[in-house]
């Protein structure tokens, strides 16, 4: 049983990733009612822009880091003003196909300028690994658990001590009335947009330094984070970060039991969840 | 709102068709090329595949995106019962189709329960199931390696006559023939009070299910019949080709359909139809710009998604003032 500590933390970092990108995902279908499946592509790009910057350009981690988040922010806010602003109010099947077609084309695009190869982004750190408690991890990892935690806690800060985080929530549960209030609905929807692809691009850029970068990370993380917010709840943020971690952890889990399978795990969750919980773990407003 | 359920086509048009049949039957003589034919061939099997996924999200209003995993399911079905047992494609046609539609029927009774973006994403999550265990189960799927060796049928009359399927002129025939009963019995489908239940579906499932239809029913006939057509695709496609593999799951196929569907126009018959032949000989104008392929794809699903999401069919309505067909919010399913 001396594993079990160490199976936890591994899923504990995958998990909070799969936080980072579910987050996004929660609150771009919870105040726009599209369920973009485009959103793991935020992620893919991330982590491609972080390993441009560091390996083709020769920044340092940090500041490559920073610039990739910020470049796939700007890409989001650009995005959000053209497309999703025409399928805004379009049924579920229109921004269903359109956004699937937009992950295409950015896996695609991506493949072209990056080729197939699995990449690497240098880690600032020194290489070895820390011992604690039974557990073996790298300062990467716990890098990655940090900062979801930091984000966390600043959002839940944002949202519910800030006016823009009130507007935020008053959009989340009525939007005609917060509009009617004066909340500028277009301003929060740009703001919504780029912090989510802001969030799953930073996850790209720090699981891209753990693991790799390769074009198809993005649709197999657009499937995480959809099995993560049905697990969750789609429109609540602390289901979106609960789901992520527990998707995290079973997934470290099955591979005991079934190596092969370990993508099955999240799958057979989410069939359970629909038969026994339809509107997630969390789930009140859906 | 105005729905008006098959819309009566003029003489003119019936005529049309004549012209039509005429070309499809002696196709294998004029293209000559051996190449073109395999195209045609796999265009008749889009051809189900599309007008069945149309039966789903057109005509029903559910967002499946998991067809591809009955049209594998079909294909596995064929394989093994062709390897193990010997079986021909006039019992592997049936079988596999019972097949899909058995494991739909079962899929039905878990997720037609739910609609909006959990039915989409169940759809998604059953067809990574299905490729994970074709993947994985090797004892009988070969994993990775697939399952070669599947023979087209030979089809012999009293013990005088004998057709080997296995030439690409016959198979086409072969194929012409399925792919035409096949879709002419989902006409009828879409065109039978089934069918207008199934649009009543799509329009206000509450309203239909206050006007005493079990809408549930409804939905798991839809996606029963829809899932059959897909598994006879499937083995129609392993007996031409003589080979499947985990692959057949890949959503890229699902994506395929879909754009097929949406390209001719959804909630119409002829609309896939249409739209698979396109889609088929599309990819081969555009050999040259292999790179770029799936880009230049992606890219004009968009543009049908957000601009015309009626489809070609939607476009020709509307040029010919026949647009009363369906009025309904733009995008709508």
């Given at each position: 049983?001396?594993?079990?500590?160490?199976?936890?933390?591994?899923?504990?970092?995958?998990?909070?990733s799969?936080?980072?990108?579910?987050?996004?995902?929660?609150?771009?279908?919870?105040?726009?009612?599209?369920?973009?499946?485009?959103h793991?592509?935020?992620?893919?790009?991330?982590?491609?822009?972080?390993?441009w910057?560091t390996?083709?350009?020769?920044?340092?981690?940090?500041?490559?880091?920073a610039?990739?988040?910020?470049?796939?922010?700007?890409?989001?806010?650009?995005?959000?003003?053209?497309?999703f602003?025409?399928?805004?109010?379009?049924?579920?099947?229109?921004?269903?196909?359109?956004?699937?077609?937009?992950?295409?084309?950015?896996?695609?695009?991506?493949?072209?300028?990056?080729g197939p190869?699995?990449?690497?982004?240098?880690?600032?750190?020194?290489?070895?690994?820390?011992?604690?408690?039974?557990?073996?991890?790298?300062?990467?990892?716990?890098?990655?658990?940090?900062?979801?935690?930091?984000?966390?806690?600043?959002?839940?800060?944002?949202?519910?001590?800030?006016?823009?985080?009130?507007?935020?929530?008053?959009?989340?549960?009525?939007?005609?009335?917060?509009?009617?209030?004066?909340?500028?609905?277009?301003?929060?929807?740009?703001?919504?947009?780029?912090?989510?692809?802001?969030?799953?691009?930073?996850?790209g850029?720090?699981?891209?330094?753990?693991?790799?970068?390769?074009?198809?990370?993005?649709?197999?993380?657009?499937?995480?984070?959809?099995?993560?917010?049905?697990l969750?709840?789609?429109?609540?943020?602390?289901?979106?970060?609960?789901?992520?971690?527990?998707l995290?952890?079973?997934e470290?889990?099955?591979?005991?039991?079934?190596?092969?399978?370990?993508?099955?795990?999240?799958?057979?969750?989410?069939?359970?969840?629909?038969?026994?919980?339809?509107?997630?773990?969390?789930?009140?407003?859906? | 709102?105005?729905?008006?359920?098959?819309?009566?086509?003029?003489?003119?048009?019936?005529?049309?068709?004549?012209?039509?049949?005429?070309?499809?039957?002696?196709?294998?003589?004029?293209v000559?090329?051996?190449?073109?034919?395999?195209?045609?061939?796999?265009?008749?099997?889009?051809?189900?595949?599309?007008?069945?996924?149309?039966?789903?999200?057109?005509?029903?209003?559910?967002?499946?995106?998991?067809?591809?995993?009955?049209?594998?399911?079909?294909?596995?079905?064929?394989?093994?019962?062709?390897?193990?047992?010997?079986?021909?494609?006039?019992?592997?046609?049936?079988?596999?189709?019972?097949?899909?539609?058995?494991?739909?029927?079962?899929?039905?009774?878990?997720?037609?329960?739910?609609?909006?973006?959990?039915?989409?994403?169940?759809?998604?999550?059953?067809?990574?199931?299905g490729?994970?265990?074709?993947?994985?189960?090797?004892?009988?799927?070969?994993?990775?390696?697939?399952?070669?060796?599947?023979?087209?049928?030979?089809?012999?009359?009293?013990?005088?006559?004998?057709?080997d399927?296995?030439?690409?002129?016959a198979?086409?025939?072969?194929?012409?023939?399925?792919?035409?009963?096949?879709?002419?019995?989902?006409?009828?489908?879409a065109?039978?009070?089934?069918?207008?239940?199934?649009?009543a579906?799509?329009?206000?499932?509450?309203?239909?299910e206050?006007s005493?239809?079990d809408?549930?029913?409804?939905?798991?006939?839809?996606?029963v019949?829809?899932?059959?057509?897909?598994?006879?695709?499937?083995?129609?496609?392993?007996?031409?080709?003589?080979?499947?593999?985990?692959?057949?799951?890949?959503?890229?196929?699902?994506?395929?359909?879909?754009?097929m569907?949406?390209?001719?126009g959804?909630?119409?018959?002829?609309?896939?139809?249409?739209?698979?032949?396109?889609?088929?000989?599309?990819?081969e104008?555009?050999?040259?710009?292999?790179?770029?392929?799936?880009?230049?794809?992606?890219?004009?699903?968009?543009?049908?998604?957000?601009?015309?999401p009626?489809?070609?069919?939607?476009?020709?309505?509307?040029?010919?003032?026949r647009?009363?067909?369906?009025?309904?919010?733009?995008?709508?399913?």
């Open positions: 049983m001396d594993f079990i500590p160490q199976y936890l933390f591994n899923g504990l970092v995958v998990g909070s799969y936080a980072l990108i579910a987050v996004g995902l929660t609150a771009i279908f919870g105040l726009m009612q599209i369920a973009n499946f485009a793991g592509q935020f992620y893919m790009l991330g982590a491609f822009m972080a390993y910057f390996r083709v350009i020769g920044l340092n981690f940090w500041p490559a880091a610039a990739s988040v910020f470049a796939v922010m700007l890409l989001g806010i650009l995005l959000e003003r053209t497309l602003r025409l399928l805004r109010g379009a049924s579920l099947s229109s921004s269903v196909l359109a956004t699937i077609a937009l992950s295409i084309f950015l896996e695609n695009l991506a493949l072209h300028v990056w190869r699995p990449q690497k982004i240098p880690s600032p750190f020194e290489p070895g690994g820390i011992e604690a408690l039974g557990i073996f991890t790298t300062p990467d990892r716990l890098l990655m658990l940090g900062i979801t935690a930091a984000v966390v806690v600043c959002l839940h800060g944002a949202l519910h001590y800030t006016t823009t985080g009130k507007a935020v929530r008053a959009t989340f549960q009525q939007r005609e009335a917060a509009a009617l209030v004066g909340i500028d609905i277009d301003k929060l929807y740009t703001l919504t947009f780029a912090i989510g692809a802001g969030l799953a691009a930073l996850a850029v720090i699981l891209g330094m753990i693991f790799v970068v390769q074009p198809s990370m993005g649709g197999v993380a657009t499937l995480k984070a959809f099995i993560v917010v049905t969750g709840g789609i429109s609540s943020f602390a289901g979106g970060i609960f789901g992520g971690l527990l995290g952890i079973a470290s889990f099955g591979t005991i039991i079934a190596p092969s399978f370990k993508d099955a795990v999240g799958f057979v969750l989410v069939l359970m969840i629909l038969l026994y919980k339809p509107d997630g773990l969390f789930g009140k407003w859906s | 709102m105005v729905v008006m359920i098959g819309p009566r086509r003029s003489a003119g048009i019936r005529w049309a068709m004549l012209p039509l049949a005429a070309i499809l039957l002696i196709l294998p003589c004029l000559g090329i051996d190449y073109y034919l395999h195209v045609a061939i796999v265009c008749l099997v889009f051809v189900i595949l599309a007008v069945s996924l149309d039966l789903l999200v057109g005509y029903c209003g559910l967002l499946s995106l998991g067809h591809t995993a009955f049209f594998a399911f079909g294909a596995y079905a064929a394989a093994l019962l062709y390897l193990h047992l010997g079986a021909p494609l006039w019992i592997t046609l049936f079988a596999s189709g019972v097949f899909a539609a058995l494991i739909a029927w079962l899929l039905g009774l878990l997720v037609l329960g739910v609609r909006g973006h959990r039915f989409v994403i169940t759809t998604i999550i059953f067809a990574e199931i490729r994970l265990i074709a993947y994985n189960w090797t004892d009988v799927t070969h994993g990775q390696v697939g399952l070669p060796g599947i023979r087209p049928p030979v089809l012999s009359i009293l013990g005088v006559l004998e057709i399927f296995a030439s690409r002129a198979y086409y025939y072969l194929a012409l023939a399925i792919t035409t009963v096949c879709v002419a019995a989902m006409w009828r489908i065109h039978s009070p089934i069918g207008w239940r199934m649009v579906l799509r329009e206000n499932e509450r309203l239909t206050a005493g239809i809408t549930r029913g409804i939905a798991t006939i839809a996606f019949l829809s899932a059959f057509f897909a598994g006879v695709a499937g083995s129609l496609y392993a007996h031409y080709t003589g080979f499947v593999s985990p692959d057949l799951f890949y959503f890229t196929y699902t994506t395929t359909m879909l754009i569907v949406f390209l001719g959804k909630g119409t018959i002829v609309g896939p139809v249409v739209g698979a032949v396109l889609f088929t000989i599309l990819p104008a555009l050999r040259v710009a292999a790179d770029f392929r799936l880009m230049i794809f992606s890219a004009m699903l968009l543009v049908l998604v957000v601009f015309a009626e489809g070609l069919a939607g476009l020709f309505n509307r040029f010919t003032g647009s009363r067909k369906l009025t309904m919010r733009p995008g709508d399913a």
